[in-house]
């Protein structure tokens, strides 16, 4: 028996909702022997996926375990999105070479509130449950915190690759980021979590949640892992910090011309984890394209589509394709860009690196490989010469790459 409203599936079918995409699925056994008791006594799994409000907005790179966790909430799973309130006064070590700056309870708060919004977009938010760690972390005694950290021991903290090259290198390791993974996996514990989400590089907290349901004598949680999303170079993982995002909250216009420079080949890779298409789907799509009986452009504006349209609804997706219709197909410049003052340049000439850098929060270097590749744009002509100075005035309109666009007011 499974809950109401649910899909009647098979546990081989269900399963195969689970695997979807999914690197790591530990252990798939267990998982199965969950969803056979399922159909016997009708109780859903309880998901969980956890985020530090690090930051105030969500990129498609964070939105992978969200379609994850919609997918497996459509089964009729009990989804629990935990705000991890009190961890990101911490913020977590994985993949850092030196300690993470900590944030501010009003910092927290605020960011919280923001992602508390934004996942909505892709989860039911009558059938998701919004939890915050501080809930059971913030109560606990002295006492409490060491007989947690006696549950573990330095040795197995010292596995995590981050952790072991900083101790290799001899850089800082302090003792509160190794309380992180005991915390996170204390989550699981306190919220008596079936299955956790993350990233790949999330493995080693999700599996220290796995030990400590043990020792407190629960079954340890199935662990699914996501694979991190390229950013639109296509090579590194989208991050805010190397420019390569596509924001939930930007504009349809901007998403939409971003997606559509996706690369040929990572577009399957955001088609299978960034919508509702199933794995049978896009492989089919694969195949008309490799037969030549589907042009790639045509997925892509699907792709493209689909996604702005899930959070700027299908209005947000016609401007969009409209919009990149007339920038890139009868070379435009888009109706909307962002401004700035030309008071605020406060300069009667300025140094082209010093402008891109101050337009676009690019840094100076960089500034300089995009002139030199002719990526950036004055009034639509290419700036090539990196020592050129400008006279910026209204209504002149800066360009870098194919997407971003910025007019002197």
Request: hydrophobic letters at 40%; aromatic letters at 6%.
């Given at each position: ?372 590749a002719g990526a950036v744009k004055i009034d639509g002509e290419k700036a090539t010469d990196d020592k050129a100075e400008l006279a910026p005035r209204r209504g002149m309109v800066v360009q870098l790459g194919k997407h971003r666009f910025v007019r002197i007011d």
């Amino acid at each position: 028996m499974v809950p109401p409203n649910a899909p009647d599936l098979s546990v081989d079918e269900e399963l195969a909702v689970f695997a979807k995409g999914a690197v790591d699925l530990i252990e798939s056994s267990e998982l199965r022997a969950r969803l056979e008791q399922r159909r016997k006594d009708g109780k859903p799994l309880a998901v969980k996926l956890g985020a530090d409000p690090s930051a105030p907005d969500i990129h498609l790179g964070h939105t992978v375990v969200l379609w994850k966790m919609a997918e497996l909430q459509r089964l009729g799973h009990e989804v629990h999105f935990l705000i991890g309130d009190f961890t990101g006064r911490i913020g977590d070590p994985t993949g850092r070479s030196e300690t993470r700056k900590q944030l501010t309870p009003e910092e927290i708060a605020a960011n919280a509130q923001t992602y508390a919004r934004q996942i909505h977009k892709i989860l039911d938010p009558e059938k998701t449950r919004i939890d915050f760690n501080s809930t059971w972390l913030g109560p606990m005694t002295f006492a409490d915190v060491i007989g947690l950290g006696a549950q573990y021991t330095v040795a197995r903290l010292l596995e995590r690759d981050d952790f072991a090259k900083r101790f290799r290198e001899g850089r800082p390791i302090h003792v509160h980021e190794l309380f992180y993974p005991l915390m996170q996996g204390y989550d699981s514990v306190a919220m008596r979590t079936d299955v956790e989400l993350g990233g790949t590089d999330q493995k080693f907290n999700l599996l220290v949640g796995r030990d400590l349901q043990r020792a407190h004598g629960q079954r340890p949680q199935i662990v699914l892992t996501m694979p991190l999303l390229e950013g639109l170079d296509g090579v590194q993982k989208m991050s805010k910090s190397l420019g390569n995002t596509v924001g939930i909250d930007e504009a349809p216009e901007q998403m939409y011309g971003k997606l559509m420079s996706v690369s040929d080949t990572l577009m399957w890779k955001y088609m299978l984890l960034l919508t509702d298409r199933t794995a049978a789907r896009v492989e089919e799509l694969k195949r008309e394209v490799a037969e030549d009986r589907l042009h790639p452009m045509r997925v892509k504006e699907e792709l493209a589509a689909r996604i702005v349209s899930t959070y700027h609804g299908e209005a947000g997706a016609r401007r969009g394709a409209e919009e990149f219709a007339r920038v890139h197909r009868k070379h435009e410049a888009p109706e909307k860009m962002p401004g700035v003052a030309l008071a605020e340049l406060g300069e009667a000439s300025v140094w082209i690196v010093k402008l891109v850098t101050r337009l676009f929060g690019v840094s100076g270097s960089d500034a300089r490989r995009q002139i030199a590749a002719g990526a950036v744009k004055i009034d639509g002509e290419k700036a090539t010469d990196d020592k050129a100075e400008l006279a910026p005035r209204r209504g002149m309109v800066v360009q870098l790459g194919k997407h971003r666009f910025v007019r002197i007011d």
